[in-house]
């Protein structure tokens, strides 16, 4: 449908939304993984190629125990939950991030609903979980140097490194909750996407917001450097070279 290939979502707001309502903020993250079945749905109804959305940072360890133990039950319920709609629509399914440190159940769970993904063709899925993108950084370059020694890296080796390359870069950044920062979000692949910042909360984001969002965006004029569309066919028009310019007196 659009030209938005690659979406990638900061989830945030769930404590300030529950809070808001005189409720502990767990119950914001309750709520808030309800939406994440509802966008995934219309992303993949929009036919949007690739999904990443983030769930848990390398920094959100530093939360409340009883907090970070329900992040890891949510991921879990996620996984058991949408298993049978996952594979009967044919996405593909990945979480990015370290697992080391989560449950052993869960990484399980992960991995199996990975493998069993694997071949599908449909929307690529992303959880960017236990995820930090300077230690992605980090750890796709030791993954280089590891097989590579010696020789120096390039860009291409970087992207090629990382932790799900097929998603490519992101078209599009939205972060929900007010906040307009990258926080350790996909670094080395936000360049030149464009960011859209709402200040709905996550549990208040809907699908026909995230729809609007992907039409406003899609209109948006993508330069990457170069200059726009309409201001190269003027200057063809009137034959404007640089060299002209340079050579005239004033
Ligand atoms: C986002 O909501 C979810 C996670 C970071 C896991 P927050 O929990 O950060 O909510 P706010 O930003 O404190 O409202
Ligand atoms: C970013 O939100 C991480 C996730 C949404 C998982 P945070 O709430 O952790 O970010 P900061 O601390 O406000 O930058
Ligand atoms: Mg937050």
Redesign the pocket.
């Known amino acids: 449908m659009s030209k938005i290939g690659h979406v990638a979502i900061i989830?945030?707001?769930?404590?300030?939304?529950a809070?808001g309502r005189l409720r502990p903020?767990v119950w914001?993250?309750v709520r808030?993984a309800g939406v994440v079945s509802e966008i995934v749905k219309v992303a993949d109804d929009l036919g949007i190629s690739a999904l990443t959305l983030?769930?848990?940072?390398t920094e959100?360890w530093s939360?409340p125990v009883e907090?970070v133990s329900l992040?890891f039950k949510l991921l879990k319920k996620f996984l058991l939950k949408e298993r049978v709609r996952i594979l009967s629509n044919n996405i593909k399914f990945k979480v990015i991030g370290e697992l080391n440190g989560l449950p052993l159940e869960t990484v399980d769970l992960i991995q199996k609903m990975e493998e069993s993904t694997k071949h599908a063709s449909g929307l690529k899925l992303t959880f960017a979980f236990n995820y930090g993108a300077r230690s992605e950084i980090v750890r796709a370059v030791n993954r280089f140097i590891d097989s590579n020694q010696g020789e120096h890296i390039s860009e291409k080796d970087l992207d090629e490194h990382m932790y799900r390359p097929e998603t490519g870069d992101i078209d599009l950044l939205i972060r929900t909750?007010g906040?307009q920062r990258i926080s350790n979000f996909l670094l080395w692949q936000i360049a030149y996407s464009e960011l859209y910042f709402t200040p709905t909360?996550?549990p208040d984001f809907t699908s026909q917001e995230f729809t609007k969002i992907i039409e406003n965006v899609a209109g948006r004029e993508r330069r990457f450097g170069a200059i726009s569309n309409n201001a190269s066919a003027k200057n063809k028009e009137r034959k404007i070279g640089a060299s002209s310019l340079l050579n005239s007196k004033r």
């Open positions: 989830m945030d707001g769930n404590g300030r939304w809070q903020r914001g993250h808030g983030y769930a848990f940072s959100n939360r907090e992040l909750g906040e909360k996550w």
